[in-house]
């Protein structure tokens, strides 16, 4: 790339929030410097270039932390709407069925390798729609997404969305639509089906309907290259119309008895619990969501803790687990 290219895209790049991007381009612009012999330009760029890495690496530690950060931050106006953060979550970190496991890699790979894709004509999945009980990892992998695409995840409040711009809100759904095609991101619109349903006292059909074909008029529109991924607890509720604009539609399905095994298995790693006790443990979690398991067993370990154990044994963690059944902690 001519260098004035390099600037023009090292620009586009930064206007972006595309972090990893633009320093890519600035560790070019600083070779072809040295290629022309520009030896004091180039040593003036390396350092600016260890600034921002040393920048990016600090503002990396505290998204560890899992507080929002500024990297892609959404602009002044859209900050309350949009909660914006780095995600560390894996794929691996999910449990999930081989078939739902194929397709979250398969959008990965899409991902990956959308240059190869666009030059045939063809274009990478990004338009996801997650639906299921609660609690069985969707939101999870939303986050899984951002992590192993190392993007940000940028969540939507549609709970704010509603309550600070009632009657405003198809046109805030255009900025964000507006910042979707800004800034390459994960796009989280969490509880989705929110968006056409009862919206307390003020409840008015006809601004509902309004922001549901705003929704998917802009679903319509954008092009751009973020993800958008609408979780829902609704399934077979969802119309036809609302389903085909998506790419691609997966479902998180309860737990079956196996799958809570895995996951007490990975939550009771450092635990000294035997595999049987293992299975008796799942067999009892018969109709808990993953969420409720991880609450139970962090109860038990919390309780282990606090009394001074080392480790919560397997009959406190049956307890949780079976108040949770009974729905006791509701
Ligand atoms: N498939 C899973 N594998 C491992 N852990 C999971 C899984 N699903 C849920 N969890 C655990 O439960 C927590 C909550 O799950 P998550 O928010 O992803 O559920 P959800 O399906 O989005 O629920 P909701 O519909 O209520 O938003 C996760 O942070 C994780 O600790």
Known sequence: MATAELVAELVRAHTQGDERRWLNLLSQLIAAESRAGHTRQAARLREL?????????????????????????????????????????????????STLRDSVQRVLDEQRMAGRLIEHGLAPRRRLLLHGPPGCGKTMAAHALAGELALPLARVRLEVLFSRYLGETAATLTDIFD????????????????????RGDEFDVGEAKRVVGTFLQLLD???????????TNLGGALDHAL???????????PPTEESIAV?????????????????????LARGLSFADVRVAVDSARKAAILSDSEYPSAESIASELSSRVRGDSL
């Open 49 to 97: 270039l260890a600034e921002a890495r040393e920048l990016e690496s600090s503002q990396a530690k505290r998204a560890a932390t899992g507080r929002p950060i500024q990297l892609a931050r959404a602009p002044r106006d859209l900050a309350d709407v949009l909660d914006v953060r780095y995600s560390d979550v894996r794929l691996t970190d999910l449990v999930l069925s």
């Open 179 to 198: 910042h979707i095609s800004r800034v390459r991101a994960v796009y989280l619109f969490d509880e989705f089906d929110a968006l056409g349903k009862h």
């Open 221 to 231: 529109a954008d092009d751009s290259d973020s993800l958008i991924v609408a979780a």
């Open 243 to 253: 389903l085909r604009r998506f790419d691609d539609v997966l479902e998180f399905p």
């Open 263 to 283: 996951l007490l298995r990975r939550l009771l790693r450092s635990v000294p619990v035997d595999d049987d006790a293992v299975r008796r443990l799942a067999r």
